[in-house]
C-alpha cells in the first residue's frame, strides 16, 4: 500500500498562499487517481480536490474552486496543492489520499488510503 507523507502547512493571513506536497513511497503513484481532504475542528473530513493518473482529470470542491490547484509530477512521486487567496475557513487539517483506482475521486468516499496530515491555520 502506498505510504503517503504531507508537508508545506503552517500559518498563513487571510489572503495568503501555501503550497502542499504529497511524497509518496512504497509504490508508485503513476497509475492512481490521488487527491485532497480535509477536516476542521468538529467537522467530517471533507473532499478538497483530485487528479486523475494522468493529470486529464481534476475535480474541485466547490468551496475552493478559483483559489487552489492541484498537481502532480509522477516522476516524483508527488502531488502538490497550490492554496491561494486564503480564508479562516480553510483553517483545517489536510490529507494527501490515494483513490483505489487510476480516476480522480469526485468524493472523499473513493479514497482509499491517507496520510497523516498536516495543519493549515488561517488567521483573519
Known amino acids: 500500500q502506498v505510504q503517503l507523507v504531507e508537508s508545506g502547512g503552517g500559518l498563513a493571513h487571510t489572503g495568503g498562499s501555501l503550497r502542499l506536497s504529497c511524497a509518496a513511497s512504497?509504490?508508485?503513484?503513476?497509475?492512481?487517481?490521488m487527491g485532497w481532504l480535509r477536516q476542521a475542528p468538529g467537522k467530517e473530513r471533507e473532499f478538497v480536490s483530485a487528479?486523475?493518473?494522468?493529470?486529464?482529470?481534476?475535480y474541485y470542491a466547490d468551496s475552493v474552486k478559483g483559489r487552489f490547484t492541484i498537481s502532480r509530477d509522477n516522476a516524483k512521486n508527488t502531488v502538490y496543492l497550490q492554496m491561494n487567496s486564503l480564508k479562516p475557513e480553510d483553517t483545517a487539517v489536510y490529507y494527501c489520499?490515494?483513490?483505489?483506482?487510476?480516476?480522480?475521486?469526485?468524493?472523499?468516499?473513493?479514497?482509499?488510503?491517507w496520510g497523516q496530515g498536516t495543519q493549515v491555520t488561517v488567521s483573519s
Open positions: 512504497r509504490r508508485t503513484i503513476s497509475g492512481i487517481g
Open positions: 489520499a490515494a483513490s483505489r483506482t487510476s480516476a480522480a475521486p469526485s468524493k472523499a468516499a473513493d479514497f482509499g488510503s
Open positions: 487528479i486523475s493518473w494522468s493529470g486529464a482529470t481534476i
